[in-house]
Structure formats: C-alpha cells, structure tokens
C-alpha cells in the first residue's frame, strides 16, 4: 500500500527566508511520481511541481524545488526566497505508474509567512 | 485558458434535500475526479471517471452519485444530504491515470453547506 507522510502542521516562516517542507512516502512500486500542491484560503488545489522517481535531476519550478531523495523514501518541497502569497496549506502526494493508481495525499502542512 | 469549473462555487442546502454540483473542463482530459475536503484535511477521493469508465472508491457512501454526460462535464449528486457532508467539494481532472506527469488539475471548488 502506498502512504505519504507530512510531519509538519504548521509552520512560520520570516518573508524572503527559505522554508523546507517535509514528506516522506512508502510505496512498493518501483515507478512512481511524486507531486506537490498549493491550497490558498480560496479553496483551489494549484499544481507546484512533479518529480519521477527514475529523474535523476531534483524537479525545479522557478522558486520551488524538490529535494528527492530515493533511499530515504523523502520528497521535500523547498521555497526559495518565501513571500506573503506563499501563506497556504501544502500538500505532498505520489501516484504509481500502472494504469490502475490513483494520486494519494498527505496530510498537509500549514504554512504561514512573517512579514 | 484550458481550465477546470466548478458552480456554483458556494451551495447551501436542506437537510435531506438533493443537491448537484457540476464541474466542466476544457482541458479535454480523459480522467474527472470527484473529491471531498473537511476542513484542514486531505482531499478524499469519492469516484472518478475514465472517459465513460465509472470507478467508485470502496468506502464512498451510496449517497453520492456521479453523472458524466460527455468528455467535458460531471456531475456530482448527494441524493440526501446530512450535515456530515458539508465540507469542499473538489472536481480534477488528468490526461491518464497513472504513467509520468499524471498530475491532476483542480477546480475552485464548491463549498457545500447543509442546514
């Protein structure tokens, strides 16, 4: 069975630090993906970033990465230079590559930036 | 803009009294799924389409339906609605289920009450 793990609640961030959000996911597949979300206080599921697991280069998005890292099984979010806007719930989430797997979630982290 | 829509984006029912959300996309996408988010929670999966394939998740009450008339709309019906199923009802859709970049592409979302 897959699983994802999101360790963090909440979190507070200053503006303009970096900030890292941690996932760690347990599956038996051997190709999987790995994917974040944003979901502002409107309630809208936004789409960050997408990480295969046979990507040998850590997925970039302009201020997010994804910090893979295949034998711990961690798939951590990083935001460079946070801003205001980032203030959102963040969610991890994984999906097998058979035609079968659907995209499961983590419990989400809350994140709020410090002006 | 290919695009994921959701109406009414608020809804406010009765107790008992039969409730459809709809959703619609541009993105001419093969799979539409159909989630449900209680506050500070994860995204439920309750059904999702592939093309005219209805796949229901094991533990989704027979109170909810769903409808997919053609590629570019579904239909979510809550037959009898209970105050336990107020909550964010979120509409996605993918272009496959499973395989690489499999990410899926959310509506507003519908804010559900029940009175």
């Known amino acids: 069975a897959q699983k994802i793990t999101q360790t963090q609640p909440g979190m507070f961030v200053q503006e303009k630090e970096a900030v890292t959000l941690d996932c760690t996911y347990d599956?038996?597949?051997?190709?999987?993906?790995l994917f974040w979300y944003k979901q502002p206080s409107s309630g809208e599921m936004i789409f960050l970033i997408y990480?295969?697991?046979?990507?040998?280069q850590n997925a970039t998005e302009g201020r997010y990465s994804l910090n893979f890292q295949k034998a711990r099984k961690s798939a951590n979010l990083v935001i460079s230079a946070s801003q205001l806007g980032d203030s959102a719930m963040y969610f991890c989430?994984?999906?097998?590559?058979?035609?079968?797997?659907?995209?499961?979630f983590g419990s989400g982290t809350r994140l709020s930036i410090r002006p | 803009d290919a695009m994921v829509i959701q109406n009414p984006r608020y809804q406010v029912t009765q107790f008992g009294k039969p409730v459809t959300l709809s959703c619609s996309q541009t993105?001419?996408?093969?799979?539409m799924y159909w989630y449900q988010q209680k506050s500070s929670q994860a995204p439920k999966l309750l059904f999702h389409?592939?093309?005219?394939?209805?796949?229901n998740e094991a533990d989704t009450p027979d109170n909810f339906q769903s409808r997919r008339p053609n590629t570019s709309f579904c239909f979510l019906d809550i037959r009898s609605p209970g105050l336990g199923d107020a909550a964010m009802y979120l509409c996605?859709?993918?272009?496959?289920?499973?395989?690489?970049?499999?990410?899926?592409?959310f509506g507003p979302g519908t804010r559900l009450t029940v009175l």
């Open positions: 996605a859709t993918s272009r496959v289920i499973g395989g690489r970049n499999n990410e899926q592409f």
């Open positions: 599956t038996s597949d051997q190709s999987y993906g």
């Open positions: 990480q295969g697991s046979y990507d040998e």
């Open positions: 989430a994984m999906s097998g590559y058979s035609s079968a797997s659907k995209i499961i």
């Open positions: 993105l001419n996408h093969n799979v």
């Open positions: 389409y592939y093309d005219k394939d209805f796949n």
